[in-house]
């Protein structure tokens, strides 16, 4: 991709839409791009994290590995969205895996680098804690549609097969993944995805609340 291209594709990211010409071209300094094969991973649970990815097609599967050591996936971001918040926060370690769940393509930030740019600019800074508290918000609400879509299905294939009604279930919604009656051991990796989202929100909003403050000082 030349320079110009690559640009051109940053400034039209849908997370970066709101930023202005000279925060663009702050960013665009250290910006590259980046892809992944599918089942590639972009992030190990654990792991200090380096970078901070811009999805701009294809789709990243967000999870866990539970017994056997196999991948679990709990949430999917695609188009426009991003992939990492843990660059932000300490200890800089990722919280989760990040799979590719087809050949994706995109751009990635140096997450040392970007955490630098945030200190010394509190109003960039402010904007990215507010955009990434808003990305944390609708994952939250993403997994807790997953969850609830697949409890529907388990309760309406239990009540077809106890013999209780013989109505056909409802056609699938249209997602970027499939819900499915996720197996037992998923169960426990749901959860813990649940609650960590709520909980980095909460620090999220103190960070929020404290970038505001030192900017309006």
């Known amino acids: 991709m030349t320079k110009n291209g690559l640009l051109g594709a940053f400034g039209t990211h849908a997370f970066l839409e ?6 663009l071209m702050r960013l665009a300094a250290n910006v590259r791009p980046f892809t ?3 089942g590639e991973f972009l992030a190990r649970e654990g792991a200090k994290t380096h970078a901070f990815y811009l999805v701009q097609s294809g789709h990243v599967q967000i999870g ?3 017994p056997g050591n196999e991948f679990e996936p709990l949430a999917q971001v695609g188009p426009g969205e991003v992939v990492g918040w843990s660059w932000l926060l300490k200890p800089h370690r990722w919280q989760f895996d990040c799979r590719a ?4 393509q995109g ?3 140096d997450a040392d680098w ?3 740019q945030c200190e010394s600019d509190h109003e960039l800074g402010y904007h990215l804690l507010k955009h990434l508290l808003a990305v944390v918000a609708s994952r939250l609400a993403a997994t807790r549609l997953v969850k609830s879509c697949a409890k529907s299905q388990t309760c309406l294939l239990g009540s077809t097969h106890g013999g209780r ?4 279930a409802p056609p699938a919604l249209a997602t970027d993944a499939e819900v499915t009656d996720p197996p037992a051991s998923s169960n426990l990796g749901m959860k813990l995805f649940v609650l960590f989202a ?3 929100g909460s620090l999220l909003i103190i960070d929020l609340l404290r970038g505001g403050m030192r900017f309006l000082k």
Do not use: N, T, Y
Request: glycine share 4%; proline share 3%.
């Open 18 to 23: 709101a930023l202005s010409e000279q925060h």
């Open 36 to 38: 992944a094969a599918a």
């Open 64 to 66: 866990s590995h539970g």
């Open 101 to 104: 769940a087809d050949r994706v």
């Open 107 to 109: 751009l990635m930030f």
């Open 114 to 116: 970007l955490r630098e």
């Open 165 to 168: 009604s013989k109505s056909p």
């Open 198 to 200: 709520v909980i980095m």
